[in-house]
């Protein structure tokens, strides 16, 4: 139990376009799901908390325009990088926190790679 | 100001060479300590909860223990498949609805065969 998927796995992307990232819970209901950002050889960075059917709550310094962030579901929240450039490249990470009890459960992650 | 130190930053082990890892904490009220291991390239896979200085959980070769101010990850007689890197993460107990967690920077753990 306490699957976290997250598609797609990797993208490759031209500078200016728009990339977006799905996360489900597939086997528990997830009010709260976050969305961090890690660098090689760095710790998890949380960029957002996206609670369903409300604004996602953004960390100090992360663009709001830029990381546009949906939770219209019980089990899927998406992040779409707005205009991304190679500087947004990354591994994105989702975690979704299941109603019943307090642990996050992570997804495989997704490396974007702007070019 | 809440903080997770996560020591040593890298260690390497023989095979079936037991050792510990430390999380110390500066937290004001801890709800909860986790330990992840994260594999290269992937998402962190959830190990432990603890919530009150003394508990101790298992699974397999590795236990986890809590006291007031740290933690520690014991692994007994590891394995290469043990290799990973392990994150510790704490949550305050006036975190809000949200939760959100505090993160170390981990432990990278290489066990040689």
């Known amino acids: 139990g306490a699957v976290v998927s997250q598609h797609p796995s990797w993208v490759i992307c031209k500078s200016g376009t728009s990339v977006k990232i799905e996360c489900r819970s597939l086997d528990f209901q997830a009010t709260t799901m976050f969305w961090y950002r890690q660098f090689p050889k760095q710790s998890l960075m949380l960029m957002a908390t996206?609670?369903?059917?409300?604004?996602?709550?953004?960390e100090q310094g992360v663009e709001k325009d830029k990381f546009l962030i949906n939770h219209a579901s019980l089990t899927l929240s998406t992040l779409t990088v707005t205009s991304a450039h190679p500087e947004d490249s990354s591994f994105y990470i989702c975690?979704?926190?299941?109603?019943?009890?307090?642990?996050?459960?992570f997804g495989p992650g997704t490396r974007l790679t702007v070019l | 100001e809440d903080q997770v130190t996560q020591s040593p930053e890298a260690l390497r082990l023989q095979e079936g060479e037991s050792s510990s890892l430390n999380c110390s904490y500066t937290?004001?009220?801890?709800?909860?300590l986790f330990w992840y291991r994260q594999d290269p390239g992937k998402g962190p896979e959830f190990l432990f909860t603890l919530y009150s200085a003394g508990e101790e959980k298992e699974k397999e070769r590795l236990k986890a223990t809590l006291t007031k101010k740290e933690s520690f990850l014991h692994i007994t007689a590891p394995k290469p498949e043990d290799s990973a890197t392990y994150l510790c993460a704490v949550q305050r107990v006036n975190a809000g609805n949200n939760r959100k967690l505090i993160w170390g920077l981990g432990t990278s753990l290489a066990v040689n065969p």
């Open positions: 937290v004001s009220g801890l709800r909860g």
């Open positions: 996206s609670n369903e059917g409300s604004k996602a709550t953004y």
């Open positions: 975690s979704a926190r299941r109603d019943v009890g307090n642990e996050q459960f």
